[in-house]
């Protein structure tokens, strides 16, 4: 069992960056696959990042590709997420996720995912 909890979340303006981590309790953050994902206003939950647990292979969805990065803090049992050159469409509950399972080509799918975060707003103004 374990706990994820987010924070990190604000509003910022288009072009800026925010920091999101993600603290996990109850066990090592490392022996967890996470993801990353995030809904927009009337729009279903989407994935947006992952890292893999047996490698630290990291994904992307496509449209944060060279602007949004996985980062492990092991002292901290942390994984964050640097989320650089935010767009008004960056805008969104942003949720961390973790599985205790290595899921393959399956880290987008969020019904893969036992555990959730509460939640960290994210708004993005232009």
């Known amino acids: 069992q374990v706990q994820l909890v987010e924070s990190g979340g604000g509003l910022v303006q288009a072009g800026g960056s925010l920091r999101l981590s993600c603290v996990a309790s109850?066990?090592?953050?490392?022996?967890?696959?996470m993801a990353w994902f995030r809904q927009g206003p009337g729009k279903e939950r989407e994935f947006v990042a992952a890292?893999?647990?047996?490698?630290?292979?990291?994904y992307y969805a496509d449209f944060v590709k060279g602007r949004f990065t996985i980062s492990t803090d092991n002292a901290r049992n942390t994984r964050y997420l640097q989320m650089n050159s935010l767009k008004p469409e960056d805008t969104a509950v942003y949720y961390c996720?973790?599985?205790?399972?290595?899921?393959?080509?399956?880290?987008?799918?969020?019904?893969?995912?036992?555990?959730w975060g509460q939640g960290t707003q994210v708004t993005v103004s232009s």
């Open positions: 996720a973790a599985t205790i399972s290595a899921l393959g080509s399956f880290y987008s799918r969020r019904n893969r995912y036992d555990y």
């Open positions: 890292i893999n647990r047996n490698d630290g292979s990291t």
């Open positions: 109850g066990r090592t953050i490392s022996s967890y696959t």
